[in-house]
């Protein structure tokens, strides 16, 4: 297995850093999943990804935790 980081980024006026993650963190909870990541590997390669919903949604609805590859 490799290790990834995965992040969104969305521009959000807030008066504090603390007010612009709660933000976040409302759009996240109430709002439609972001379909648009940035990926960087280990070897700090970077790509933009945008999921096709759909296909997204499929994969999410199976419990990957049983999959032989994840251990």
């Known amino acids: 297995m490799h290790k990834f980081t ?9 008066d504090s850093a603390e007010e612009a993650a709660l933000l ?3 759009e996240l909870a109430k709002g439609p999943v972001p379909d648009r990541y940035t990926v960087t590997d280990e070897a700090k ?27």
């Open 6 to 14: 995965v992040s969104i980024a969305r521009e959000i006026e807030a």
């Open 45 to 71: 390669v970077t790509a933009e990804l945008k999921l096709d919903r759909d296909k997204a949604d499929e994969f999410a609805s199976i419990d990957h935790t049983a999959d032989p590859g994840n251990w």
């Open 24 to 26: 976040m963190y409302q």
